[in-house]
């Protein structure tokens, strides 16, 4: 398992931009993929966007187009850029590991998870 530690999460009003970044610790963090996921109030937790350890990426639809995920191995770190927010995306976002290449959707396919940062999209 890895440490995950998310920041960068905050207040911002509709239309704006945000980037979250999740640091890992290990030695092993480029083998593996790495995914964001949220949850916001009485909702249920949901998927958001991943990346392989090989650089392939997938997204949730509501995101497609909006929000990048990408990583750098050197830094041990994930990253999910975030433009256009719109207040169907506050919610808290949590960063999830799984050791491999394989990118899974649901929450229970992830061993390591940090804990949290919250994004507010005023509107």
């Known amino acids: 398992q890895v440490q995950l530690v998310e920041s960068g999460g905050g207040l911002v009003q509709a239309g704006a931009s945000l980037r979250l970044s999740c640091a890992a610790s290990g030695r092993t963090f480029s083998s593996y993929t790495m995914a964001w996921f949220r949850q916001a109030p009485g909702k249920e937790r949901e998927f958001v966007a991943a990346?392989?350890?090989?650089?392939?990426?997938y997204y949730a639809d509501s995101v497609k187009g909006r929000f990048t995920i990408s990583r750098d191995n050197a830094k041990n770190t994930v990253y999910l850029q975030m433009n256009s927010l719109n207040s169907e995306d506050t919610a808290s976002y949590y960063c999830?590991?799984?050791?491999?290449?394989?990118?899974?959707?649901?929450?229970?396919?992830?061993?390591?998870w940090g804990q949290g940062t919250q994004v507010t999209v005023s509107s």
């Open positions: 999830a590991a799984r050791y491999g290449v394989l990118i899974k959707t649901t929450g229970r396919e992830y061993d390591s």
């Open positions: 990346i392989r350890s090989t650089g392939g990426t």
